[in-house]
């Protein structure tokens, strides 16, 4: 199983609050990482990604926010700028080093407590407890997290964190044998349902019991609209091997397709769909990354996320009175 801190310069810290049901999920990197992103929901709601652009200054980032609260979660990021910055992590600048901390928020609000919202204390909480281990399921961001929305809440199931890590062996004729870390974490808060191979895992569910299949259901007609910006998956991959910001961006791109094969629907008009990739081993020694090394880990990557969303709901307990996998 493995989760994404066995990518070596990989921490995690997690604070949620249990009776409100929302949370902070914060990945940081001690040595800075390089970083892109890819938004495929049409309902994001994040902070600083167009830095990740490659074509922009700034080079590596310091922390990664996940983030109940919808738009007001994102205030938790501000918590970690400020813990960064009392460990001397940041951009270097003439008046002092400035954390850079790419963040991106779940929709939670109907669950718990609407009028809760991760803040900055609550961002430098998790901050503080970046370690070595992953909490799955009712953790950080995933406390108030749930799928399966396509008849509203009342047939919702229980999702949250989920985690996995792989070792990606690479034989280039030329050149030495290469071996890398990939890791990936998830947070499951999708429209659809979530799918294991080609059968409804967990997702919208049917008042006489079993699942309704939400792609069935919008073929044949929903008589009552969703909400639209009411969900998002947001993950994070890492890995140690050596990539430009256009190689992470590209590791983003292809992660999405894990996405789409765990989730159906995804990437929604009522989603906000976004991942992260990040690279902890530096920039390659040319200026190009490896086409085969990005092709690989971005095949790995995919593979992981599958996984790892499918342990977000495993892992998830009942909560809100949203129930859970388990108790279904």
Known sequence: MGAITDVPGVKVGQAEDAVALTGVTVVIFPDGAVAGVDVRGASPGTRETDLLDPANTVQKINAIALCGGSAFGLAAATGVVRYLREQGQGFETPYGKVP??????????????????????MGYQASRLAGSSVTEGNAGAGAGASIGKVLGSSGSMKSGIGTSSATLNLAVPGL????FTVGVLVVTNAFGDVYLGEQVLAGARLSVGGFVNTSYLLREGVSQPPATGTNTTLAVIATDAPLTK???????????????????????????????AVSTGGLPASSDP??????????????????????????ATTAGGIPALATV
């Open 100 to 121: 850079i901390v790419p963040a991106a928020v779940i929709y939670d609000l109907g669950v718990g407590q609407p009028d809760v919202y991760p803040d900055d204390i």
């Open 176 to 179: 030495p044998p290469a071996r």
């Open 246 to 276: 256009a190689g992470t961006t590209r590791l983003a791109t292809m992660a999405h397709d894990g996405l789409a094969r765990a989730i159906r629907p995804v990437h929604t008009m009522f989603d906000g769909d976004t991942i992260f």
């Open 290 to 315: 490896d086409a085969l090394l990005v092709t690989a880990l971005g095949s790995l990557a995919a593979d992981l996320l599958v996984e790892a969303v499918q342990r977000s709901v495993t892992t």
